[in-house]
C-alpha cells in the first residue's frame, strides 16, 4: 500500500459521525449535546483531513521533524476548538482522537510510542 493510501485509510477510523449522532439539541438548554451538531463534527473532521492531506503533500520521505509541525498544527487546531465549544472535547472523545492520531502518526511512518513517554503525539500539545 503506497503512503497516500495509507492516511487515506486512516479515515475510517475517524469518530465524527459517531460524535454526531449524539447531537440533539434541547430547548430548554437541559442535557442536550448541541456540541456536537453536524456543523461542530464537520468541523472537527475539517482539522484531520487537513493533517491527512498535509501529510500526503509533504511526502512519505519528509522528516520527523516537519511531520511533527503539521501534527502540532491539527492538535492546536482541537484545543483551539475546545476552547470555543464548551464540553467538545471530554473523556471519550479525547481517547477517539488520541486514538486517531496514533492511527495517523503509524500511517505517516511514525511510532506514537516515541511521544511524550509512551503516550503519543497529542500529548506533546494537547490541552484536553
Not at 23 to 45: H, L, R, T
Not at 76 to 83: I, V
Not at 97 to 102: A, R, T
Request: hydrophobic share 40%.
Amino acid at each position: 500500500m503506497t503512503y497516500e493510501a495509507k492516511l487515506e485509510a486512516t479515515k475510517v477510523h475517524y469518530p465524527f459521525n459517531r460524535w454526531s449522532e449524539s447531537f440533539f439539541p434541547d430547548e430548554n438548554d437541559v442535557g442536550g449535546m448541541e456540541q456536537y451538531s453536524p456543523e461542530n463534527c464537520e468541523a472537527a473532521a475539517a482539522i484531520m483531513n487537513e493533517l491527512v492531506a498535509d501529510l500526503i503533500a509533504a511526502g512519505e520521505n519528509a522528516d520527523e521533524p516537519e511531520k511533527m509541525l503539521l501534527f502540532e498544527k491539527a492538535v492546536e487546531a482541537y484545543n483551539d476548538m475546545d476552547d470555543e465549544i464548551a464540553g467538545f472535547i471530554e473523556t471519550g472523545e479525547r481517547e477517539d482522537l488520541c486514538e486517531i492520531f496514533d492511527i495517523i502518526t503509524m500511517a505517516a511512518g511514525l511510532n506514537p510510542e516515541d511521544y511524550a513517554d509512551g503516550e503519543g503525539i497529542t500529548d506533546l500539545w494537547r490541552n484536553w
